[in-house]
Nanobody, 128 residues
Framework: VQLQASGGGLVQAGGSLRLSCVVA??????????IGWFRQAPGKEREFVAA????????YYGDSVKGRFTISRDNAKNTVYLQMNNLKSEDTAVYFC????????????????????WGQGTLVTVSS
């Protein structure tokens, strides 16, 4: 399974960015797939941002981004998006997308160890 994240960049506080995560893999069973976004700021632990179930479209958000970020998927393009609005300086981090390829407990989707594959990360910098 390969995950390619892109879309990061420099944006002013209050602005918006959209991140993309392209998912590829010949052995994927999309019906059991969940994609999550995490972020890690310098000197801080990796933080859960959002997740989406590929089959149902159910979503789950971290408290710090609720109401500002939206996760979505495009099945035809095998791509998951993270629309980030009203960005704040504290959103500055490297953003990673990750894949959980087996059916699991949805309420645990925010935990790092639920994920089997990770992308390379894309840097988001929010200037104040």
């Amino acid at each position: 399974v390969q995950l390619q994240a892109s879309g990061g960049g420099l944006v002013q506080a209050g602005g918006s960015l959209r991140l993309s995560c392209v998912v590829a893999g010949s052995t994927l069973t999309f019906s059991m797939l969940a994609i999550g976004w995490f972020r890690q700021a310098p000197g801080k632990e990796r933080e859960f941002v959002a997740a989406i179930s590929w089959s149902s479209g159910s979503t789950y958000y971290g408290d710090s981004v609720k109401g500002r970020f939206t996760i979505s998927r495009d099945n035809a393009k095998n791509t998951v998006y993270l629309q980030m609005n009203n960005l704040k300086s504290e959103d500055t981090a490297v953003y990673f997308c990750a894949a959980r390829i087996s059916d699991g407990t949805w309420s645990e989707i925010y935990r790092n160890y639920e994920y089997d594959y990770w992308g390379q990360g894309t840097l988001v910098t929010v200037s104040s």
